[in-house]
């Protein structure tokens, strides 16, 4: 079940990497991001999906070296 976590949370990283980066240059350009709900809403931030990439590829990680543990030799 680890491995799986671990493969899901790569691409689940990867994802929000490209989608950071696709945002970030996106705003260097000028283009403002969507809001969130109402028009006076919360816009979409580069952050948010930046923040996301670490998360997923660190849960990536831990759920690699806990696999890594389980099997043993």
Known sequence: ???SIS???YWL????????LISRILIAFGWTPPRIGASSGVAVSYLSF??????FFLLSIASWCRSAK???P
Do not use: Y
């Not at 990283?13 to 950071?20: H, K, R």
């Not at 930046?50 to 998360?55: E, K, P, T």
């Open 70 to 72: 389980t099997q043993g």
């Open 7 to 9: 493969a899901v949370a």
């Open 13 to 20: 990283g990867s994802i929000c990497t490209v989608l950071a």
């Open 50 to 55: 930046f923040h996301g990439a670490a998360l």
């Open 1 to 3: 079940m680890e491995k």
